[in-house]
């Protein structure tokens, strides 16, 4: 395994009592190095990582990061007051990697993001969540689209590789289903204009610089890709850079995650007057008419047959999509607990901040995302 060329250098971070270590030169040289590197070769990249219980997934994400055929990036693991740190896995591969790892008080995610672009070294940031794993080409390929379609922010898609469980397969079919979700998160065809998510995502250290980082709060990416587009950058989707995503691993932590992103869109909403669309709608409206369609077929039978229609089509599409049977029926109950999660968290959120006239609780926001 090709080792990078740099000086490690460790240290204690002492605002935090965490460790830090990494790959460093001094100011002055490192200074010199970038300017005549800039004119010559691709920005380093950053790769901003909050990490909360997570050594395992660690592992799995800083060993895909090994196997790049493009070294030329850090990573930057800011652990954000986990009980289970993953401080060691970090150091295992300290020898194979640029990696530094920070350890601070849990905040919640998005200060953990800010906290590690204060740290890093790199022109350019690349947000993935822990529980991703990078295919070996993701740093040359996200290279190459940033020299032959520049832009200021981007994002990608996400996939399911191929070690994942049937369940995280299935959750990962109805997440970037166009029957489940319009195709609003990173693919090809959508029912909305594209937004960077955080599970794969990035942009210029000038953007940051300008813009600022990311607000702890709902849908968090949603709001710092509204925030860039608003300030004028360009916002690009490279559905070829894509991560696989392994999600949640049980159908009841995927109900609470997905309950959450539809009482978010609701906060968008009242941050962003107009920003919700016809798609955002559609799962609560799912919920509505799917309860209707049940109560009704006490009384009439038939009015369950656009219901089962429907799921005929997520389970057929499923079983094309995943070329399993299993991971097909799987992919219903999926879509199902997708759907009435964000239709309910939806409704709850529109019933409580628009119609009741509560407006935002950010304290619930933060409450609720912290250490998860």
């Known amino acids: 395994m090709t080792k990078s060329p740099l000086p490690r250098l460790w240290k204690v971070n002492s605002m935090t009592g965490g460790a830090s270590f990494g790959l460093r030169l001094p100011l002055l040289l490192r200074q010199t190095l970038t300017t005549n590197w800039k004119m010559a070769a691709p920005k380093l990249i950053s790769i901003v990582v909050p990490v909360y219980n997570r050594p395992d997934e660690v592992r ?12 030329n990036f850090e990573v930057v ?15 295992e591969y300290s020898g194979r990697l640029s990696v530094r790892y920070f350890f601070k008080e849990n905040e919640g995610r998005s200060i953990a993001r800010n906290y590690g672009m204060d740290r890093a070294d790199g022109d350019f940031f690349v947000f993935v969540d822990s529980d991703c794993i990078l295919p070996p080409d993701y740093i040359s390929g996200l290279r190459r689209e940033l020299r032959e379609h520049p832009a200021d922010c981007f994002g990608g898609p996400d996939a399911a590789h191929s070690s994942f469980s049937d369940t ?15 195709g ?24 940051y610089e300008k813009v600022g980082g990311f607000r702890e709060m709902f849908s968090e990416d949603i709001d710092m890709s509204t925030r860039i587009r608003l300030a004028g950058y360009r916002i690009a989707l490279y559905p070829e850079v894509k991560v696989y995503h392994k ?39 799912f919920v509505v008419f799917a309860l209707a369609m049940i109560v009704g077929a006490f009384f009439n039978p038939l009015l369950l047959i656009p219901l089962a229609v429907y799921i005929l089509a997520v389970w057929v599409t499923g079983m094309i999509a995943t070329r399993s049977v299993k991971i097909g029926t799987l992919g219903v109950l999926a879509a199902m607990t997708q759907l009435c999660g964000y239709g309910t968290g939806f409704i709850r959120a529109y019933t409580w901040k628009i119609l009741l006239r509560h407006g935002r609780d950010t304290q619930q926001e933060i409450e609720m995302r912290r250490g998860k």
């Open 60 to 71: 799995d994400l800083l060993e895909s990061l090994a196997a790049q055929d493009d070294r």
């Open 77 to 91: 693991i800011v652990e954000d007051g986990s009980p289970v740190p993953c401080g060691d896995v970090c150091r």
């Open 168 to 182: 995280q397969k299935a959750i990962n079919y109805s997440m970037t289903s166009f029957l489940t979700t319009g």
């Open 184 to 207: 609003i998160r990173g693919g090809k065809v959508s029912l909305e204009k594209f937004v960077p998510r955080t599970f794969n995502m990035g942009y210029a250290r000038a953007v």
């Open 247 to 285: 999600r949640r691993v049980d159908f009841k932590k995927f109900w609470r995650q997905v309950h959450v992103f539809g009482m978010s869109r609701i906060t968008l909403q009242l941050l962003y007057p107009g920003s919700m669309k016809a798609v955002h709608w559609l799962p609560a409206l």
